[in-house]
C-alpha cells in the first residue's frame, strides 16, 4: 500500500478492512475539526519570571524546569470569567468544524474538569469554580457538533508517578504502571461517563507506554462507549486512525483514515508573543490539500486565561468558514479524486460529482486535465447558483474546460463536473 513518506508515525491506519468500520462514519464525513489547547499555561503566555521562553506555550512548565509547587500557584489565579461555551462552539459550527477536541489534561497534569481522583483541577483549585468541559458538552449537544477530548495518558508533570518531570521527581522510583491503573484509567473512565457521548479520545506522546497499556486503554474507552474513536497517538501502532506529525501534510494521498492536528500561528497554548499566523489562504488551501489526500483537518486555537479565543484565530475561522459556506459540497464527505499531484488543482470527489479545486487560475479560464477515468457530461462553478454550464470539450489524452477568464475565487475556485 502507497502509505508514508514517514508522515505517519502513529496509528493503525493501515491495518486491513479498517476502512469499512463504520464507527469512523461521522468522522470520514466531517473533515474539519476544532482543537483547543487550554489550560494554566495561558496565564503565563509564553513569559516567565520576565523572560520569554521559547517553543510551543504549553511546554513552558517543563521549558522553564518549573517546580510543582510553583507552577501549582497558578490555578489560584486562574479565573477565565470571559469563557463562553455557547460562544466557542458557535464559532466552530460557523467555521464549518464539525467536532471539537479540547484539552481535558494536557502534559502539566492540571484538569480542566471536575476530577473526583485529583484536587489540581479546574473547579476544585481555581477560583473560577466551574467545569467548562461540561459547558462544552451542552453546548456541543444543542448546536450540533461532536465534542472530544485530549488526555495526556503518559506524560503527566504534576503526579509523582507520571512521565516526564524529572526536576522535582526520580524518573527511575516512577511506578509508572500504578499512575496507569489509578490515575489515568479512572479519569478516562470519568470523562467517558460524566458527559454524555464522546466522539474520541485524543492521546498524545505515548512515549514509554507498552503495548498492553495502550490497548487497554483503547479496549476501555471502547467498553464504556463503543462508538467512541481512538487517535493512533494511544501508542504502539494502534488506534482507530492515525495522526501524522504536527503540521505536517503528506506529499501524496494514503488510503487510510488519518488527521493532520495543527497550529494557526506556532503554539498550541496561548502565548502573548506569537503572531505569526497562517493566512486565511494558506488555511483553506491546507484543508483542501488535506482532503484531497483522504485526511482530516484539527486546527487548534489557544485561548487566553480570561478564556477568549484570540481575535485574529476568529478572524480566521470566520474566514474558512465563509469560504466553506459556499464551497462545502465539495469537502465534506468526499473523498480523494482521481487527479494528484498538480501542483495548479486539488481533486474530491462524490458518487458522480468530480469537485476540481483550482488554486492556479490558467490562462485564459483554460482548465486542462490531462485526462479522468470516466467521461465528464458537463461542469459548473460551485460558486454560481445559476449553475451555467461551463464549455467541456475532449482533447488528445484529455478534458478542456472553458472558465471565466480570471480566476472567480483567489483562494480556491472550485469546479464541479459531472461524471458517468
Ligand atoms: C504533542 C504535545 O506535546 C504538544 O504539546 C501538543 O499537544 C501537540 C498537539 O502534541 O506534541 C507533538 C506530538 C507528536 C509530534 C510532534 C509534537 N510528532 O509526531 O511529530
Redesign the pocket.
Known amino acids: 500500500m502507497a502509505v508514508d513518506q514517514g508522515a505517519i508515525?502513529?496509528g493503525s491506519a493501515q491495518r486491513p478492512g479498517a476502512r469499512q468500520d463504520p464507527r469512523l462514519d461521522w468522522w470520514r464525513e466531517a473533515r474539519f475539526g476544532l482543537?483547543i489547547?487550554w489550560g494554566l499555561y495561558a496565564i503565563p503566555a509564553g513569559e516567565w519570571k520576565g523572560e520569554f521562553v521559547p517553543g510551543?506555550g504549553?511546554?513552558i512548565m517543563h521549558r522553564a524546569r518549573i517546580p510543582v509547587a510553583e507552577y501549582e500557584r497558578l490555578a489560584g489565579q486562574f479565573n477565565p470569567v470571559r469563557f463562553d461555551a455557547a460562544e466557542w462552539v458557535s464559532l466552530a459550527r460557523r467555521a464549518g468544524q464539525k467536532y471539537i477536541v479540547i484539552?481535558a489534561k494536557?502534559?502539566d497534569g492540571f484538569c480542566m474538569f471536575d476530577s473526583r481522583w485529583t484536587d489540581y483541577d479546574i473547579v476544585d483549585a481555581t477560583p473560577f469554580n466551574r467545569d467548562p468541559l461540561r459547558e462544552l458538552a451542552a453546548e456541543c449537544q444543542r448546536q450540533g457538533l461532536r465534542l472530544c477530548f485530549?488526555y495526556s495518558q503518559t506524560?503527566d508533570w504534576h503526579h509523582p508517578d507520571g512521565d516526564g518531570n524529572d526536576w522535582d521527581y526520580d524518573e527511575p522510583k516512577k511506578d509508572f504502571a500504578g499512575y496507569v491503573e489509578s490515575y489515568v484509567k479512572p479519569q478516562v473512565r470519568e470523562l467517558l461517563t460524566s458527559y454524555g457521548p464522546i466522539g474520541l479520545i485524543w492521546f498524545?506522546?505515548p512515549k514509554r507506554i507498552t503495548l498492553e497499556q495502550s490497548q487497554s486503554l483503547v479496549d476501555l474507552v471502547h467498553e464504556i462507549q463503543p462508538a467512541c474513536l481512538v487517535n493512533g497517538?494511544v501508542g504502539n501502532h494502534i488506534g482507530d486512525y492515525a495522526?501524522t506529525?504536527?503540521n505536517?501534510i503528506p506529499s501524496e494521498l494514503l488510503h487510510a483514515d488519518w488527521e493532520t492536528?495543527a497550529t494557526i500561528n506556532d503554539t498550541?497554548?496561548f502565548k502573548k508573543d506569537d503572531h505569526n499566523w497562517k493566512s486565511p489562504q494558506d488555511l483553506i488551501r491546507k484543508l483542501v490539500d488535506i482532503v484531497s489526500k483522504g485526511g482530516n483537518y484539527l486546527l487548534?486555537v489557544g485561548p487566553t486565561a480570561e478564556g477568549v479565543i484570540p481575535q485574529p484565530s476568529v478572524d480566521r475561522l470566520r474566514a474558512m468558514g465563509q469560504w466553506l459556506e459556499v464551497n462545502g459540497e465539495s469537502v465534506y464527505g468526499t473523498r480523494p479524486g482521481p487527479l494528484q499531484g498538480l501542483d495548479w488543482c486539488r481533486t474530491t470527489i462524490k458518487p458522480g460529482q468530480l469537485y476540481l479545486h483550482v488554486l492556479d487560475w490558467p490562462a485564459r479560464g483554460e482548465l486542462r486535465l490531462p485526462g479522468t477515468p470516466s467521461e465528464v457530461t458537463s461542469a459548473h462553478l460551485l460558486a454560481d447558483p445559476a449553475r451555467a454550464a461551463l464549455p467541456v470539450s475532449r482533447e488528445s489524452g484529455g478534458v478542456l474546460i472553458k472558465g471565466p477568464a480570471t480566476p472567480p475565487d483567489a483562494i480556491d475556485t472550485v469546479v464541479v463536473l459531472t461524471v458517468d
Do not use: C, K, L
Request: glycine share 4%.
Open positions: 508515525r502513529q482543537f489547547h510551543i504549553e511546554w484539552t494536557h502534559h485530549y506524560q498524545d506522546t497517538r495522526s506529525r504536527d505536517v492536528p498550541w497554548g487548534n
